[in-house]
C-alpha cells in the first residue's frame, strides 16, 4: 500500500466513533514466504466498548494491535481512529497521532525500573499533546495505587505493576486503548482483578478498548469477544 501524507491538523470534537478497521488486510514476508497475517479483517469498537480477541498462536493477533495501533500500515484497508483515517497519514503524523491518540498496554507492565509509580505517568502526560491528560496522582487512586504512587517497579506486585500500566495508558487521554496480553503473568485472582480493572476503566474514560487475551477465564468481563484464525475475524 502506498501511504499518502494528510493533514496533521487535528480534528474537533471527542472520541465519537472509536476504532474502526475495514477491509484490512496485511502480508508479512516475501515471495514464496509471504504469509497473510490479517485476510480483510473488519471490526468497530464503540467508545466505552471492551473488546476480547481471542485465538491460536499464530492467527494474527499480535499483527491486529500492530495495525490498530498505527505501528503497521496495512496493504489494504483502512484503519480509524477517533474518526480520523489512521492508514493515510505520513509517518510522522502517524508518530504524534498514536502518542496523542492511543494507549498500549503491555504484558508485564513494561515498566520504567528507575521511576516511581507516579513519576512513570508524569513522563507520558509530559510526551502527550497535555489538552486531555489525567492528573497522575489522581488516576493512580482510581486504579486502587495511590498509596503506592512513590513506589518503583521492583516493590511491586506483578498486578500492582499492571495496575500502573493501566494508569499510564490512559493518562494521556487517549481515544483507543490496545491491551496485549494483561493477565500472562498473572494468578487467577490478580487477572479477574486486572480486567474487571480495564472494563471499569473503559467505560469511566469512554476510551474503545482492545484487548488481545488468551485468558478466557476473564472474558466475562468484556462486552464482546471476538475469534481470530488463521488471519480472520469472527464472532
Do not use: W
Amino acid at each position: 500500500m502506498t501511504v499518502t501524507a494528510a493533514s496533521d491538523t487535528e480534528p474537533v470534537g471527542g472520541n465519537t466513533e472509536g476504532l474502526v478497521l475495514e477491509g484490512v488486510t496485511l502480508r508479512l514476508g516475501d515471495g514464496d514466504t509471504t504469509v497473510t497475517a490479517l485476510d480483510d479483517v473488519s471490526i468497530a469498537i464503540r467508545p466505552g466498548e471492551m473488546v476480547a480477541v481471542v485465538g491460536p498462536s499464530g492467527a494474527g493477533k499480535s499483527s491486529l494491535l500492530a495495525v490498530a495501533g498505527a505501528l503497521t500500515v496495512p496493504d489494504s484497508g483502512t484503519v480509524r481512529a477517533d474518526g480520523r483515517d489512521i492508514t493515510a497519514l505520513s509517518k510522522r503524523a502517524r508518530a504524534r497521532f498514536r502518542r496523542d491518540h492511543i494507549g498500549f498496554v503491555f504484558q508485564s507492565g513494561n515498566l520504567l525500573g528507575a521511576l516511581t509509580a507516579a513519576d512513570q505517568l508524569r513522563m507520558m502526560s509530559r510526551l502527550g499533546r497535555g489538552g486531555t491528560r489525567q492528573d497522575a496522582r489522581r488516576l493512580l487512586e482510581e486504579v486502587g495505587m495511590g498509596d503506592k504512587a512513590d513506589r518503583r517497579p521492583h516493590q511491586l506486585s506483578g498486578g500492582e505493576r499492571q495496575r500502573v500500566g493501566i494508569a499510564r495508558a490512559l493518562v494521556g487521554g487517549p481515544s483507543v486503548l490496545l491491551v496485549d496480553e494483561p493477565t500472562a503473568a498473572l494468578d487467577r485472582a490478580r487477572s479477574h482483578e486486572i480486567v474487571r480493572l480495564l472494563a471499569q476503566e473503559t467505560e469511566r474514560c469512554d476510551v474503545a478498548t482492545m484487548m488481545v487475551t488468551h485468558d478466557h477465564d476473564v472474558l466475562e468481563y468484556c462486552d464482546r469477544t471476538v475469534q481470530m484464525t488463521d488471519g480472520r475475524l469472527s464472532e
